[in-house]
């Protein structure tokens, strides 16, 4: 491509997008509605917003440690403990079995018994780890969760107003926070993934990590001197995306590649993952179409 | 070549970050703890010694130190042992194994929590019950006495409290996890010695000046058979306090004879644990009416080896003899929380940890070089990345704090977030507006403020939330984007400048 075809489609570009970018605005609007109205399916099917593991509901976590023959394992224990999951871990260069994790809402006793009758030897901590989580702790454990969840929302929506002190491009960045939050939510109900006490502090993160490339954009468009403002708009454009393709290779080797971490290591790096997509579409399709509406309205160029 | 102050600034911090975490190469066995009047403890030996030989075999790690004891012991007859640490020898006679702990001698001066080393944590609250602060002060003395009597090392018993309100004993146990854990931190302990309906003693100082547990005073007596495998029984003399001892006179005093073993009184003297009945003793009868003070508690154990019985015999021994000591709860205990972590996971876990950090910033140079094409720039935002982590990890030693799992994720997504705001610096610089460079990574910073309240704003309640299971994520992050915003940003848009203008 030349420089003068370069600077062609540029312009056109910047055309199509001065025409429709209120348009385009719907497609982020109806993923959040969708998001939005397929968890409030799921809390009236499920009696709650998500999926949770033992950390949260309470119940037995054991990791046995070494070449251990699940399929010996599996029949017993799930006749004796229906709800009990299986996953195994492999090693990474050789891809043999080095240890397997089962969950349950069992009391520990129950299910140690249980394995170390069929496996024939005790667990001890040279072969296992087991943690458990009485039900009341879990219980109180997620509701704070929740209201740290809130308080965290609500103190960072504080920040971004002190920050561009207007109502119509705080809002926006807000909003676009909000759906970076729903939207992997919905995602995760919908893949039936179970949130550990560790995801939901993703989820706070999120909160916070996904507001930089918002800030990046609002205040490129109003703070901003040189060009006009679509030259601005493009500009963040290209920064936020490479940040948010940097922060998602950082995130996404824990989740793909170095899969032998604890699951609710990995867990984090799941949701985060999931945000960071879902923040490209709020902070470059939502976000930039608000900001750029405030500012033809405000004559801002 | 002139440096700015802000370059100075990293590279002090950074130097002091590596005096900080201090890598050792240091051999041998540390010792962690060592049991009170107890062989090894009266020939010198301390916490914190560090252990190089044992009767000139070279000790390198605790797997040397192991090995050794165990060829050694057990004995019939009293050796001679000569430890030899870094700075001294002791020697010890004696036929049974030194009552020590013993661990490698850490690496880095950074603290690694449970899911790295293994360990285990409890978190315990009064069943039905909320406790008042001075209720939990109590309790944590308490149960800090029997992990401390049962000769746990390395433990840490503390309060925690929640956003609603709750308050809970947090027992976090380094290493090795014992396998009474459970029991010795929920059982209430309530230990008493009845005779018929009446109470005669019960546990606690009150009635129990003395517990023997050491010497001809206290140990197995015998082994046999049983219904089920073997069994061993032990027994330990106590001292009761005068008041017991009147008890025990009074109570005595109205016993007849027993007419089937006329050397014994017709009742026996009954030992609940937890209003559990764990033994029945004979009472001699001419202690009939006797205001004695020494009495010898028994109980047993049993396996399904004679081995086996031996272990829990002695367990139970010193379990009973624990519960004497330290006495009784007034409510019943509930465990909320109990996590055993073996150190096996936890190797593997800083292993694979390594692994993703290698993979991450190989994969991040790639990108940055794709994107600015400058060796210059992509080796400076990676070092920037690396310093951060460092000054991270260095902080984190110096204020002690366990890296834990959510600890690690933390530090990754600080290091995230620090990437992102030097792209922001970067892209500012090269940017075609017309102001100066100045300028522009004022404005870089702006941007970078913002995001540095978001995050500390946003990751704030969970210091308080679920009893601070997740505060180590919180923590480093909000280290992680302090470093950034304090010492590494400022350096690195220097650096940039500097590549700039080249």
């Known amino acids: ?301 | 070549m002139k440096l700015s102050w802000r370059i100075w600034l990293l590279i002090g911090v950074l130097m002091c970050s590596a005096l900080l975490i201090a890598p050792s190469f240091e051999t041998g066995a540390v010792i962690k703890s060592v049991e009170k009047n107890s062989t090894a403890y009266e020939s010198g030996l301390r916490a914190d010694f560090v252990i190089k030989s044992i009767n000139g075999e070279a000790v390198t790690n605790i797997q040397d130190y192991q090995n050794i004891i165990n060829s050694i012991f057990p004995t019939e007859n009293k050796t001679r042992l000569t430890i030899t640490t870094k700075d001294s020898e002791f020697i010890l006679f004696t036929d049974q194994a030194p009552l020590i702990i013993v661990a490698n001698v850490p690496k880095t001066k950074i603290k690694t929590g449970l899911d790295l080393s293994g360990g285990a944590r409890a978190m315990v609250k009064a069943e039905n019950k909320s406790l008042s602060s001075q209720e939990l002060n109590d309790l944590i003395t308490i149960t800090s006495n029997r992990l401390n009597e049962f000769g746990i090392a390395d433990v840490s018993v503390k309060s925690v409290s929640d956003l609603s309100g709750n308050n809970f004993m947090l027992i976090e146990v380094a290493g090795a996890t014992p396998t009474d854990l459970t029991e010795l931190v929920s059982k209430q302990g309530k230990f008493e010695a009845k005779i018929g309906n009446e109470t005669v003693f019960i546990g606690g100082q009150e009635d129990i000046t003395y517990v023997a547990r050491t010497g001809e005073q206290s140990g197995i007596y015998s082994c046999g058979a049983a219904t089920e495998g073997k069994a061993c029984s032990f027994r330990f003399s106590i001292t009761l306090s005068e008041k017991a001892a009147k008890n025990h006179a009074n109570i005595t005093n109205n016993l007849g004879i027993d007419p089937e073993n006329p050397q014994y009184l017709s009742e026996k003297l009954d030992l609940y644990l937890d209003d559990q009945l764990t033994d029945s003793l004979y009472i001699g009868k001419d202690l009939k009416g006797s205001s004695t003070t020494q009495i010898s508690i028994s109980g047993s154990g049993v396996g399904s080896t004679e081995q086996e019985a031996y272990t829990v015999a002695e367990a139970n021994m010193k379990k009973l003899q624990t519960i004497l000591i330290t006495g009784s709860l007034p409510y019943k205990l509930e465990i909320v929380k109990i996590d055993t972590i073996s150190p096996v996971l936890g190797k593997e876990f800083i292993k694979n940890i390594i692994i993703l950090a290698l993979v991450v910033f190989a994969l991040i140079s790639i990108s940055l070089f794709i994107k600015y094409r400058k060796i210059k720039i992509t080796l400076a935002v990676i070092l920037t990345m690396f310093s951060e982590a460092m000054i991270t990890l260095a902080i984190a030693a110096l204020i002690k704090w366990n890296l834990d799992a959510p600890s690690i994720a933390g530090i990754i997504a600080g290091m995230g977030t620090g990437v992102n705001d030097q792209i922001v610096i970067l892209d500012e610089a090269i940017s075609e507006e017309q102001v100066s460079l100045k300028e522009r990574i004022k404005n870089a910073f702006f941007i970078i403020l913002g995001a540095f309240f978001t995050i500390i704003a946003a990751m704030l309640p969970l210091f308080w939330a679920g009893a601070g299971m997740l505060k180590g994520f919180a923590l480093t992050t909000i280290i992680g984007v302090c470093v950034g915003i304090l010492i590494t940003r400022p350096a690195f848009s220097e650096i940039v400048k500097k590549i700039l203008k080249d």
């Open chain 1, 1 to 301: 491509m030349t420089e003068e075809t370069k600077k062609i489609f540029k312009v056109s570009l910047g055309k199509f997008y001065d025409n429709n970018y209120k348009k385009i605005l719907l497609i982020p609007l109806l993923l959040s509605l969708i998001s939005l109205v397929y968890i409030g399916y799921f809390y009236s099917q499920n009696n709650d917003f998500m999926l949770k593991d033992s950390s949260l509901t309470g119940g037995t976590t054991i990791t046995l440690i070494g070449e251990i023959n699940l399929q010996n394992l599996k029949s017993p224990l799930i006749s004796q403990f229906p709800d009990i999951t299986f996953r195994e871990i492999t090693d990474l260069k050789t891809g043999k079995p080095i240890s397997v994790i089962l969950e349950t809402s069992a009391e520990q006793e129950e299910v140690k018994t249980s394995i170390e009758k069929i496996l024939g030897y005790n667990l001890t901590t040279e072969n296992s780890s087991v943690e458990f989580t009485g039900p009341s702790l879990s219980e109180s454990f997620y509701k704070q969760l929740m209201v740290a969840l809130l308080i965290s929302f609500i103190l960072m929506s504080l920040v971004v107003f002190i920050l561009f002190r207007t109502f119509i491009p705080g809002i926006a960045v807000i909003f676009a926070a909000f759906s970076d939050l729903i939207m992997p939510l919905a995602l995760l109900n919908f893949l039936e993934i179970r949130i550990s006490a560790a995801g939901i502090a993703a989820f706070l993160m999120l909160i916070g990590y996904s507001v930089d490339t918002d800030i990046l954009l609002t205040t490129r468009a109003l703070r901003g001197k040189a060009g006009n403002l679509n030259q601005r708009l493009f500009g963040a454009f290209k920064t936020g995306t490479f940040m948010t393709l940097t922060a998602l290779i950082a995130v996404l080797p824990a989740f793909f590649i170095v899969t032998n971490l604890p699951d609710s290591f990995r867990q984090i790096f799941l949701i985060l993952a999931m945000g960071l997509f879902a923040d490209l579409i709020n902070t470059w399709i939502t976000n930039m179409s608000i900001i750029k509406w405030y500012c033809d309205k405000k004559g801002i160029e």
